[in-house]
């Protein structure tokens, strides 16, 4: 496994009204981030808010290239990211012990933390497809490029892996410094992360290393 140090590119926030972010995900042009009853948007280039929506949001997010699913306890909604409506809402699979959720492949990706594992579910009904097992509490997921990336935070670590798809074995691990936590991962499609930092109330956007 490779391993290295995090390198942090710059950090956002804290964000007016939200002293928490959960999940967070990126539309191509806004970083989207849940904060418990809001769901917010900011631009990446200013760092000012953009959206804020009165809807529940208490873990992960995803974007599927026109709507947003925010894991709201037990549940998975389905946003209309212009009006903030939500439009359906599925079982999640942990049921209430879900964490990061990513979109890849016509699928949801959806980390349960303590259970230490990853489900690859259906968006239309909630079922689990699959599920990988990983070796440690499991916060944001993403996916980029066909690369299965999710972060970890346990006590005062955070690190964030890319993993096997198949089998979760750990390819390569970029360590966070002590204290900054991620609660939430997504990719921008290029060359960075943004990480949720729980309650510092920062998303922190880290390079995600080239491929060798």
Same mark, same amino acid.
């Given at each position: 496994?490779?391993?290295?140090?995090?390198?942090?590119?710059?950090?956002?926030?804290?964000?007016?009204?939200?002293?928490?972010?959960?999940?967070?995900?990126?539309?191509?042009?806004?970083?989207?981030?849940?904060?418990?009853?809001?769901?917010?948007?900011?631009?990446?280039?200013?760092?000012?808010?953009?959206?804020?929506?009165?809807?529940?949001?208490?873990?992960?997010?995803?974007?599927?290239?026109?709507?947003?699913?925010?894991?709201?306890?037990?549940?998975?909604?389905? *946003? +209309? /990211?212009? #009006? !903030?409506? =939500?439009?359906?809402?599925?079982?999640? @699979?942990?049921?209430? $012990?879900? &964490? %990061?959720?990513?979109?890849?492949?016509?699928?949801?990706?959806?980390?349960?933390?303590?259970?230490?594992?990853?489900?690859?579910?259906?968006?239309?009904?909630?079922?689990?497809?699959?599920?990988?097992?990983?070796?440690?509490?499991?916060?944001?997921?993403?996916?980029?490029?066909?690369?299965?990336?999710?972060?970890?935070?346990?006590?005062?670590?955070?690190?964030?892996?890319? *993993? +096997? /798809?198949? #089998? !979760?074995? =750990?390819?390569?691990?970029?360590?966070? @410094?002590?204290?900054? $936590?991620? &609660? %939430?991962?997504?990719?921008?499609?290029?060359?960075?992360?943004?990480?949720?930092?729980?309650?510092?109330?920062?998303?922190?956007?880290?390079?995600?290393?080239?491929?060798?």
């Amino acid at each position: 496994m490779k391993q290295s140090a995090a390198q942090i590119i710059r950090e956002y926030g804290p964000f007016p009204g939200a002293d928490n972010v959960a999940g967070v995900t990126f539309d191509g042009s806004k970083v989207w981030f849940a904060s418990g009853e809001k769901l917010n948007a900011f631009d990446p280039d200013t760092g000012k808010t953009v959206r804020a929506f009165d809807v529940a949001a208490h873990a992960g997010t995803a974007f599927d290239g026109e709507h947003i699913y925010q894991i709201a306890e037990e549940r998975i909604q389905k *946003i +209309d /990211p212009k #009006t !903030g409506r =939500v439009l359906k809402t599925i079982p999640a @699979p942990g049921n209430g $012990g879900d &964490s %990061g959720m990513a979109w890849a492949e016509g699928s949801l990706w959806v980390g349960e933390y303590r259970a230490r594992k990853i489900h690859q579910i259906d968006p239309e009904t909630g079922k689990i497809l699959r599920s990988i097992d990983c070796n440690r509490f499991v916060t944001g997921v993403s996916w980029v490029e066909g690369e299965l990336w999710h972060a970890t935070w346990e006590g005062d670590e955070s690190e964030v892996r890319r *993993i +096997d /798809p198949g #089998t !979760g074995e =750990v390819l390569e691990s970029l360590q966070m @410094p002590a204290g900054a $936590g991620v &609660s %939430g991962l997504e990719s921008d499609g290029a060359d960075r992360f943004y990480c949720g930092g729980g309650e510092s109330g920062k998303v922190r956007a880290i390079k995600r290393p080239k491929r060798t």
